[in-house]
């Protein structure tokens, strides 16, 4: 199991701490979005069913109570008046096997509790420069599929009415279009 110290990870991946910079209102939501679709897609199997720790207190937008998922990664909250670092130790604490566990962050004292605890640690900038190689070209929008493409779109009829187009599209008439 991965346990990931959330924003500490968010803020080694340059790509998102720009994000955060840059859009100071909703940046935080983005890079978090970004974030767990990287870990999602990552090829490495650990990375792909991460469960990720966030600082409730710096959610900054309504999260669901029981987190957020992208594929088989987890994000979890810290409640109020409890930090990412105390959840991620509890969950190794808890552990039947905390040696099968690795934590991924570049803070040294949760770093060194972790292991204290018989868990693995692993340096955020690792994870960062593997999910976010240095020259990369971030895109803000998800990767397509094997075997998907845009010709859909290219089919689409072109009109300064884009609801109308895509009505008639899907072939939608009449009553249908109201």
Request: with cysteine; hydrophobic share 40%.
């Given at each position: ?56 207190s710096r959610v900054g937008a309504y999260v669901p109570p029981h987190g957020l998922s992208r594929g088989n990664v987890r994000a979890h909250f810290s409640e109020p008046g409890t930090s990412a670092d105390d959840l991620i130790l509890t969950y190794v ?86």
């Open positions: 199991m991965t346990l990931i110290d959330g924003y500490n990870l968010l803020m080694k991946c340059a790509p998102l701490r720009r994000l955060v910079e840059s859009e100071p209102a909703k940046g935080i939501e983005r890079a978090r979005g970004l974030l767990l679709s990287r870990l999602a897609f990552s090829r490495e199997a650990e990375l792909a069913r991460a469960t990720v720790i966030f600082d409730g604490r808890a552990a039947e096997e905390p040696r099968a566990i690795r934590v991924v962050t570049s803070d040294r004292e949760l770093a060194g509790h972790a292991r204290t605890l018989g868990a693995r640690a692993l340096e955020s900038e690792a994870v960062a420069d593997r999910l976010f190689p240095p020259g990369e070209p971030v895109r803000h929008k998800p990767a397509r599929g094997p075997g998907e493409s845009d010709s859909a779109l290219r089919r689409a009829p072109k009109r300064d009415d884009e609801v109308g187009a895509w009505l008639d599209y899907f072939g939608f008439e009449g009553e249908e279009r109201k």
